[in-house]
């Protein structure tokens, strides 16, 4: 069945949201704030139904190509926001935030973006890629995935990847095709088990890939806010290194307002360390559940000239942060800067950080669901001082989101 719909706003992953007739939620991927456009109705639950955008009728000024599947980039599994202005997905992005926190019911004065010299060209920003490969009606395709049919989008040139990877990209590909298509018939079968192939690129260490799990002893140089940090091949780094850079110089500065009063840092899963070392606290306690990455951490203090051992004033742990509350500390002279995984903090974490003595608490967090639930349980204690977001994966549904928490006065 094919519905004319308005579209009231653009949801969190980006479909547009509309409602039928008989007062029903309907999600239209690719469709934009104030259109209107045909739809047709391919799932239907009790309350909602999900819908392929068939024709604008009236389309938004935000629109960089007049109708459904216009463009190219639109093809491109995770660029929800391939036919819409860069203008339009940050209105768009802020929007959803804003409606996160007031569902929670978390009062924020206002909401800041950050700006950066990517703005005026959000493709070619990632750093890293994994794409995936199987043979789709007997021919080898590699590329993204998409979901949940799982069939690959084969990508000869990737407009999300820095064009140092692009340069690469069909050398890569014809390598992996090489060994998919020549050779023993181990090395084949090896190959077509591992699924996939990851290239990063970092200033300093080149373009590197790989099939399958990363090398053993690959080691990557990244350059965050004039410091130079070492991180292992599989290790988590920000794939957009411009905004990446204005993150942790946000962090930077709103531990230095607090500085005075609050100079110790714990930074809780700290990775290699680079918020906590980037602040260069005469006092820091990293924690971090990986090993691997906590290892690097100890090694990028070192080669700052810090001295990471039990008698120095700079320490990582290797430990998951919600199974080890009692053993971490936290005084008045504490700023801890939490960055959890997508998930957000174990469900112990929050109601600890809250009967804390910290006098500021720098969230950084992926996904705006978990930030929310957490900060629920943390504001019974403390004030929302600042809420900042960052784009920092143009095109697609995602963003960063840095919250800034002020101990209530008693």
């Given at each position: 069945?094919?519905?004319?719909?308005?579209?009231?706003?653009?949801v969190y992953?980006?479909?547009g949201?509309?409602?039928l007739?008989d007062?029903?939620?309907?999600?239209?991927p690719?469709a934009w704030?104030?259109?209107?456009?045909?739809?047709?109705?391919v799932?239907?639950?009790k309350?909602?139904?999900?819908?392929r955008?068939?024709?604008?009728?009236?389309?938004?000024?935000?629109?960089?190509?007049?109708n459904?599947g216009?463009?190219?980039?639109?093809?491109?599994?995770?660029m929800?926001?391939?036919?819409?202005?860069y203008?339009?997905?940050?209105?768009?992005?802020e929007?959803?935030?804003?409606?996160?926190?007031?569902?929670?019911?978390?009062?924020?004065?206002?909401?800041h973006?950050?700006?950066t010299?990517s703005d005026?060209?959000?493709?070619?920003?990632r750093n890293?890629?994994?794409?995936?490969?199987?043979?789709q009606?007997?021919?080898?395709?590699?590329g993204?995935?998409?979901?949940?049919?799982?069939?690959?989008v084969?990508i000869?040139s990737?407009p999300l990847a820095r064009?140092?990877?692009?340069?690469?990209?069909?050398?890569?590909r014809k390598?992996?095709?090489?060994l998919?298509?020549?050779g023993?018939e181990?090395?084949?079968?090896?190959?077509e088990?591992k699924?996939?192939?990851?290239i990063r690129w970092?200033?300093?260490t080149?373009v590197?890939?790989?099939?399958?799990d990363?090398p053993?002893g690959?080691?990557?140089?990244?350059?965050?806010?004039?410091?130079d940090f070492?991180?292992?091949?599989?290790?988590?780094?920000?794939v957009?290194?411009?905004?990446g850079?204005?993150l942790?110089?946000?962090?930077?500065?709103?531990?230095e307002?607090?500085?005075?009063?609050?100079?110790d840092?714990?930074?809780l899963?700290?990775?290699?360390?680079v918020?906590?070392?980037?602040?260069?606290?005469?006092?820091?306690?990293?924690?971090?559940?990986?090993?691997?990455?906590?290892?690097f951490a100890k090694k990028?203090?070192e080669a700052?000239?810090?001295s990471?051992?039990?008698?120095?004033?700079?320490?990582?742990?290797?430990?998951?942060?919600?199974q080890?509350?009692?053993?971490i500390?936290?005084?008045?002279?504490t700023?801890?800067?939490?960055?959890?995984?997508?998930?957000?903090?174990e469900?112990n974490?929050?109601?600890?950080?809250?009967?804390?003595?910290?006098?500021?608490?720098l969230y950084?967090?992926?996904?705006?669901?978990t930030?929310?639930r957490?900060?629920k349980?943390?504001?019974r204690?403390?004030?929302?001082e600042?809420?900042?977001w960052?784009?920092?994966?143009p095109?697609?549904a995602r963003?960063?989101?840095l919250v800034?928490?002020?101990?209530?006065i008693?």
């Amino acid at each position: 069945m094919i519905s004319t719909v308005y579209i009231a706003k653009n949801v969190y992953g980006g479909d547009g949201l509309g409602r039928l007739g008989d007062g029903r939620v309907i999600f239209v991927p690719g469709a934009w704030a104030g259109e209107q456009v045909r739809a047709e109705i391919v799932e239907e639950k009790k309350h909602f139904v999900k819908a392929r955008l068939v024709e604008v009728v009236e389309s938004s000024p935000e629109r960089v190509s007049g109708n459904a599947g216009d463009s190219s980039l639109s093809s491109i599994p995770g660029m929800v926001y391939a036919n819409l202005s860069y203008k339009g997905e940050c209105e768009a992005k802020e929007s959803q935030l804003r409606e996160f926190f007031d569902r929670a019911r978390l009062k924020v004065e206002a909401f800041h973006s950050t700006t950066t010299t990517s703005d005026c060209n959000s493709l070619n920003y990632r750093n890293k890629v994994v794409y995936h490969f199987a043979k789709q009606k007997g021919k080898w395709v590699i590329g993204y995935r998409t979901e949940p049919s799982h069939e690959i989008v084969d990508i000869e040139s990737d407009p999300l990847a820095r064009p140092e990877i692009n340069a690469k990209l069909a050398e890569i590909r014809k390598a992996v095709l090489t060994l998919l298509t020549t050779g023993p018939e181990a090395i084949r079968r090896d190959t077509e088990r591992k699924g996939n192939v990851t290239i990063r690129w970092t200033k300093k260490t080149g373009v590197k890939w790989w099939v399958g799990d990363a090398p053993k002893g690959l080691v990557l140089k990244e350059t965050t806010c004039g410091k130079d940090f070492e991180v292992p091949a599989d290790g988590f780094y920000q794939v957009n290194p411009e905004v990446g850079e204005e993150l942790v110089k946000a962090v930077v500065a709103e531990y230095e307002k607090g500085k005075a009063a609050a100079p110790d840092v714990l930074d809780l899963y700290c990775g290699v360390g680079v918020f906590g070392l980037c602040c260069n606290p005469p006092k820091l306690t990293g924690v971090e559940s990986g090993r691997q990455a906590i290892d690097f951490a100890k090694k990028n203090a070192e080669a700052q000239h810090h001295s990471p051992t039990p008698n120095s004033n700079i320490r990582f742990y290797a430990e998951r942060v919600g199974q080890n509350l009692k053993r971490i500390s936290i005084n008045s002279h504490t700023t801890v800067i939490v960055d959890p995984p997508r998930d957000g903090m174990e469900p112990n974490v929050p109601k600890w950080l809250a009967d804390s003595k910290a006098p500021r608490i720098l969230y950084v967090s992926c996904d705006p669901a978990t930030l929310t639930r957490d900060l629920k349980t943390i504001c019974r204690s403390y004030d929302i001082e600042s809420v900042r977001w960052f784009n920092m994966f143009p095109r697609t549904a995602r963003f960063e989101t840095l919250v800034v928490l002020k101990k209530k006065i008693a």
